[in-house]
């Protein structure tokens, strides 16, 4: 059975941390691209990260570069986010997402895979 799996979510205050997990299981994980995109009530979905699974090539958007890290665990099949320096606008729910490449974080309903998402909720 294919999984994606998220974990980390939570409340934190401005200027916070917190690190979100997305363990996969039941397909190659080498093969694909994981990465995050975020929605926050009344807005659009937006692309936050992604990392290649085979090369480790990153991205992220604008409004994270610089405070957010993403990284890859390939002999745990996880990808992780490192998230500092929060603030109230980073509050959505945080899905991860596998697909062919990292587009699939600005195009989620290309990806094969999602998570159930994670709740993220940074207080002013």
């Known amino acids: 059975e294919v999984q994606l799996v998220e974990s980390g979510g939570g409340l934190v205050q401005a200027g916070g941390s917190l690190r979100l997990s997305c363990a996969a299981s039941g397909f190659r994980f080498d093969d694909y691209a994981i990465g995050w995109f975020r929605q926050a009530p009344g807005k659009e979905r937006e692309g936050v990260s992604c990392i290649s699974s085979s090369d480790g090539i990153t991205y992220y958007s604008d409004s994270v570069k610089g405070r957010f890290t993403i990284s890859s665990d390939n002999a745990k099949n996880t990808v992780s986010l490192q998230m500092n320096s929060l603030k109230p606008e980073d509050t959505a729910v945080y899905y991860c997402?596998?697909?062919?490449?990292?587009?699939?974080?600005?195009?989620?309903?290309?990806?094969?895979?999602w998570g159930q998402g994670t709740q993220v909720t940074v207080s002013a």
């Open positions: 997402v596998a697909g062919w490449a990292c587009s699939v974080t600005d195009y989620p309903d290309d990806a094969d895979y």
